[in-house]
């Protein structure tokens, strides 16, 4: 087919309005270091029909759907600790967006750099931001046990861990080291200074001396026994019960005979174990007779536990053996052994932890817990998160214990008729309720 020129010019004319479009402008923050924009408008279309951004800086990504008329704020603190309980609204320091989640909890269960996505809206828009910042561990590790019974048998391999109990609250595996000259094979005391370190180089130290010994003495109690009688009067306020805890350690009870000489109510050991439970072998006659007696009865659970996992297994346990029975008294959680810590390979976080698990389970079957602490893990290990009741193992005449507890364990040397041999002694504060 043949064209004329003017045919020709003008068909490409044509083409050419065919095919062009208006471009939308792009557009730019100064805090963006990379800006896409996509936008469609006809020559008889009055604005952008649709418009999607992107912006990507060196330290957060926003994504919005609609394109703000400023530039996205969001600061958040640089450096948290770790488990530190921060909101979003807590942990932004400086925005001019509206957070839609102000109330979420920011992770701090890792320690090293991290990143949130906080979702926030403004003037209609929404969106989601990424905001980074890092968490340290800046709390030394805890010594539990400085070394109280600090011999060693002459002739074995010296192992600090063997006589010192350490913990740290994020690194289940704090190490122990010491300055000073040991030799085991050797009887005598050689002072030295121990040293205990956590994964982010936090350490505590402090002396000790080692006995290398031919025989390692037995532990001695030397506290004077205490009258059941004598307790009572001693500590005779109107709010308060007096009772005793036992367990096989304390045989065949004469519960008839305990009654009378004025205890109102017994705790008593249910069971014990970590990963496997065992029932204590004087729990049943006990439960039995107690109850026959007239007096208000309550269990413990003596547990090594280490994971959630075992201490909902023993919750369950429990509620089992009790067989929907109620109880006067809260379940009493009992985790104490914090002689050699270490050995369990567990952090004081994971402790508290397990400690959660527990309770939470016992309440999902209508029992409440009650912990049971002395008073130095009361202040350094348990963080009883949800303020739960507490049972205070305090060998004194007065605690200066300050914190909230509503049974006081005040002796472990105490007499009554009824037991032979010591028997813990009780004070229930009934104006303190569970």
Not at 59 to 67: C, D, G, L, N, P
Not at 177 to 197: L, R
Not at 331 to 359: K, P, T
Not at 426 to 433: A, F, G
Request: glycine residues 8%; charged residues 15%; contains cysteine.
């Amino acid at each position: 087919m043949k064209y004329t020129p003017v045919l020709l010019l003008c068909t490409l004319l044509l083409c050419g309005c065919a095919s062009r479009e208006v471009e939308a402008p792009a557009v730019t923050t100064q805090e963006s270091t990379v800006t896409t924009e996509a936008a469609t408008t006809t020559a008889a279309a009055t604005a952008a029909s649709t418009t999607a951004r992107t912006t990507t800086t060196a330290s957060e990504t926003t994504t919005t759907t609609e394109a703000p008329t400023e530039p996205v704020i969001l600061t958040g603190q640089e450096v948290l600790g770790v488990y530190q309980t921060i909101t979003q609204r807590d942990f932004i320091t400086d925005t001019n967006v509206t957070l839609t989640a102000p109330d979420t909890l920011i992770d701090t269960g890792t320690v090293g750099a991290c990143e949130v996505v906080i979702p926030w809206e403004r003037g209609g828009a929404s969106g989601e931001t990424a905001v980074q910042y890092r968490v340290q561990d800046t709390t030394a590790p805890v010594v539990l046990n400085a070394g109280v019974h600090p011999y060693v048998q002459a002739g074995t391999a010296f192992d600090l861990g063997s006589i010192v109990g350490v913990a740290d609250n994020y690194d289940p595996a704090p190490v122990l080291s010491y300055e000073g000259w040991v030799d085991p094979n050797t009887v005598g005391d050689y002072p030295i200074t121990a040293t205990v370190t956590d994964s982010s180089g936090n350490a505590t130290s402090w002396d000790l001396t080692v006995k290398i010994v031919n025989a390692v003495p037995k532990e001695q109690n030397n506290r004077p026994a205490v009258n059941f009688s004598d307790f009572m009067a001693a500590y005779n306020v109107p709010a308060a019960r007096f009772g005793i805890d036992v367990s096989k350690w304390q045989g065949d009870i004469d519960f008839n005979a305990v009654r009378d000489a004025g205890c109102s109510f017994v705790l008593m050991r249910i069971g014990y174990g970590g990963s496997e439970i065992s029932m204590d072998s004087w729990y049943q006659p006990n439960y039995q007779k107690a109850r026959e007696a007239g007096l208000d009865v309550g269990v413990y659970f003596y547990s090594t536990a280490t994971t959630e996992e075992q201490a909902r297994y023993q919750a369950d346990w429990i509620v089992g053996q009790l067989g929907g029975d109620t109880l006067p008294l809260p379940v009493a959680f009992d985790w104490e052994s914090f002689r050699r810590f270490q050995q369990y390979g567990i952090s004081l976080h994971q402790l508290n932890n397990v400690f959660e698990a527990f309770a939470d389970e016992m309440a999902a079957f209508g029992y409440s817990t009650i912990l049971y602490s002395s008073r130095d893990p009361l202040l350094n290990v348990w963080e009883n998160r949800a303020n739960r009741p507490v049972w205070l193992a305090h060998y004194t005449a007065q605690t200066n214990y300050a914190g909230s507890y509503c049974i006081w364990q005040q002796s472990n040397t105490g007499r009554i008729p009824g037991i032979a041999g010591d028997v813990d002694l009780n004070i229930w504060y009934t104006d303190r309720p569970f």
